[in-house]
């Protein structure tokens, strides 16, 4: 009988107090400091100041699955702005990269990815700097705007300074260290997108693909547009692999994003390989994924094989 009692007490203790029984029971453990910043087993990341911004950038590197199995050199997609954006494309990536599994081919090609986010203290700091970085001219009025809604004073303007960061800075830096072969993509989203745009149209050399989501074509009344028709109408026409893509639902961008795609249609530049997506249901902000894995699969698609 007294068995019984013993075994019923300590049942009803478990069942009444059961942290306190498991707190008992579990051995020490010592856990590491939090560590601030990105960290993934397989991303290297460093950072640095760049003399022409005078910005603070994070540098993420994530390399593909045969990179330490020989001396193979790689194409390198550039993702400026947020560490989302090169989380985002890295996840996409390597979702894709699980085909085989499926029973499926390769869907992509092996490509380096390179983010270069901002250093920020704050949502409100990002998007001062932000706004200075991807804006390829300075216009007084969102100026104005701007430093009252980001609560601080805004300068637009700073996409050029921010295109010599990547040429002169972090493009030697990436090509020096890593198997990157002359190869390179541009990816961006918003003003990021503003920015590639704005590359792709003014700077003809630096980069073959870009990946150009919602674009602000709004920018400095049009000056992407402008710009695209002076080269149709010149011997200058633009080239390279394109993905440009808006959300249907992005109501205020929608006319702008069909003007461009309608003008690269009648211009029909030779050397330009170009996919326009317009995504049914979605706005300015849950495009964003959509935009990504739709944009490596027309960049880097891998060929096929024959059967």
């Known amino acids: ?10 049942t009803w203790t478990l069942l009444v107090f059961p942290a306190l029984a498991i707190s008992q029971a579990q051995p020490s453990t010592t856990f590491a400091p939090v560590v601030k910043g990105l960290v993934l087993q397989d991303v290297e ?3 640095f100041h760049s003399r022409f911004t005078g910005h603070d950038y994070h540098v993420y590197v994530s390399l593909p699955a045969s990179y330490r199995q020989g001396d193979r050199r ?18 996409a990536n ?7 599994l499926e029973g499926m081919e390769d869907m992509l090609e092996e490509f380096i990815l390179v983010g270069v986010p901002l250093k920020w203290e704050g949502v409100s700091d990002w998007a001062r700097q932000r706004a200075f970085d991807l804006t390829p001219t300075d216009v007084e009025t969102v100026d ?14 700073g996409g050029p300074m921010f295109l010599r960061t990547l040429k ?3 493009i030697p830096l990436i090509e020096s260290k890593y198997r990157a072969n002359s190869d390179r993509g541009l990816a961006g989203f918003s003003l990021g997108g503003l920015f590639a745009a704005y590359v792709w149209v003014y700077d003809s050399n630096t980069f073959s693909r870009y990946l150009i989501g919602s674009p602000s074509l709004w920018w400095d009344n ?3 547009l402008k710009a695209e028709a002076a080269k149709g109408e010149s011997d200058k026409g633009l080239h390279g692999r394109v993905f440009l893509s808006i959300g249907a639902d992005e109501s205020e961008e929608l006319s702008s994003f069909k003007n461009l795609t309608t003008a690269l249609k009648t ?4 050397n330009l390989q170009v996919e326009t997506h317009i995504f049914e249901g979605e706005n300015h902000l849950s495009v964003v994924q959509a935009t990504f894995s739709r944009g490596l699969r027309f960049l880097y698609a891998k060929p096929r094989q024959k059967q």
């Open 1 to 10: 009988m007294l068995t019984i009692l013993r075994a019923a007490a300590i």
């Open 45 to 47: 990341c460093s950072e």
């Open 74 to 91: 790689y194409p390198v997609l550039y993702v400026p702005d947020l560490d989302e954006g090169f989380l985002s494309l890295k996840g």
């Open 94 to 100: 390597r979702m894709m990269g699980f085909a085989k």
């Open 144 to 157: 104005t705007s701007f430093s009252k809604l980001f609560g601080g004073d805004v300068k637009t303007g």
């Open 168 to 170: 002169e800075e972090l």
């Open 222 to 224: 049009g000056m992407i």
């Open 267 to 270: 211009h029909a530049y030779p």
